[in-house]
């Protein structure tokens, strides 16, 4: 069972991390809709509203209470998101708040627990109403892939990115439920499943990042597949360790040495997308996106490591 500072740390932590993710994810659902769908680009920008609203409420508790180390590992925000969010706001003429980015780029580890009354209440509160909207947006982009599927909406999203985001997105709902029972999501005893889900999710990156990529671009293309590669076999290690086939202390490690290499490649894609050098379909806020998440694993594997 969680104690309640880390009950509190914690609960703060997904949010920065989750209600960011899952306000991005809107914005490019919007952005890939097409003009004749206003339906579900104003149900994309109320749930964008009430992501954002979830997020700015999460950094207003977070300043002094959060880890420094989820601060330095560059999961809530890179040096490279605010630009990333300016230059897709002048592309696709969505507004994005940058006033959240700039706070948490401010915000401040824990130097020591301190239990300010109140805010155990504030932050169950707060997970109430992620679990909520966490739901919803879980449905919404089912309801969006289904149509895709059925051929009956056409967006610039690939089925299978949204079908990936519907995933994250219940995860953030299940991690939530966890936190509310006092439970950690990320308990070491769960690891071989952990990283089943997040290799998964890597692979996937690697697909959409070569899939979204300048048919000329044949050299990132090829980097790209060789990701993709790595991750599956990951992905398939770590679900034989989840049914006891395997141990899964090696093949933590291994995913970690592939989660830092392919956050390097995504890192220096986002630099490229921002100085116009790579040449594709890839917003300058989704190339960040995924780093931001790869960098999210890479804690979460030191941390799995360390059995913590």
Not at 17 to 45: C, P, T, Y
Not at 276 to 304: F, Q, S
Request: aromatic content about 8%; some cysteine; hydrophobic content about 45%.
């Amino acid at each position: 069972m969680l104690t309640r500072a880390e009950y509190i740390r914690m609960s703060l932590e997904s949010h920065l991390f989750w209600a960011r993710i899952m306000k991005e994810h809107l914005i490019f659902m919007e952005a890939g809709f097409v003009s004749k769908d206003v339906n579900l680009i104003q149900q994309a920008k109320l749930l964008k509203n009430a992501s954002t609203a979830l997020l700015a409420d999460a950094v207003n508790l977070a300043n002094g209470v959060v880890s420094a180390d989820s601060i330095a590992a560059q999961e809530f925000v890179t040096n490279n998101t605010l630009p990333a969010e300016e230059k897709t706001q002048q592309l696709s003429g969505i507004p994005i708040n940058t006033s959240i980015t700039c706070a948490e780029m401010a915000l401040r580890g824990n130097l020591g627990f301190v239990d300010v009354p109140g805010l155990a209440r504030a932050v169950s509160s707060l997970n109430q109403r992620g679990i909520v909207l966490s739901a919803q947006i879980a449905e919404f982009k089912r309801l969006v892939r289904d149509s895709v599927l059925s051929c009956t909406l056409f967006t610039w999203n690939f089925p299978l990115l949204l079908d990936h985001i519907r995933r994250e997105a219940l995860m953030y709902n299940a991690n939530l439920i966890k936190f509310q029972r006092g439970e950690n999501p990320h308990d070491p005893v769960m690891a071989a499943q952990l990283e089943a889900f997040w290799n998964r999710l890597m692979e996937e990156h690697a697909l959409f990042i070569r899939n979204y990529l300048d048919p000329t671009e044949e050299e990132l293309f090829e980097t790209a597949q060789a990701f993709a590669a790595r991750f599956d076999e990951l992905t398939e290690e770590a679900e034989a360790a989840a049914a006891g086939q395997d141990q899964i202390n090696v093949i933590t490690q291994r995913s970690l040495d592939a989660t830092r290499s392919i956050r390097d490649f995504k890192k220096t894609g986002t630099e490229g997308i921002l100085m116009c050098t790579i040449k594709g379909l890839i917003a300058p806020l989704l190339a960040d996106h995924v780093t931001r998440e790869a960098n999210h694993y890479i804690r979460m594997l030191t941390k799995l490591q360390a059995g913590l």
